[in-house]
């Protein structure tokens, strides 16, 4: 699964549940789509553990 947020916060919270629901964080990319501002997009890799 691919998790794309604006907000790193909850990006983090949000991924917390993912893993209590048995989803593993295999990687976690930041973009900078607006550069010259504070903006950055991350974008994460999410794999369901068996």
Partial sequence: ???VSCNPATMARDIKLYQELGY???KVQPVDLFPQTHHVE???LLVKCS
């Fill in 1 to 3: 699964m691919t998790y």
């Fill in 24 to 26: 593993e964080l295999k």
């Fill in 42 to 44: 991350c974008v994460s």
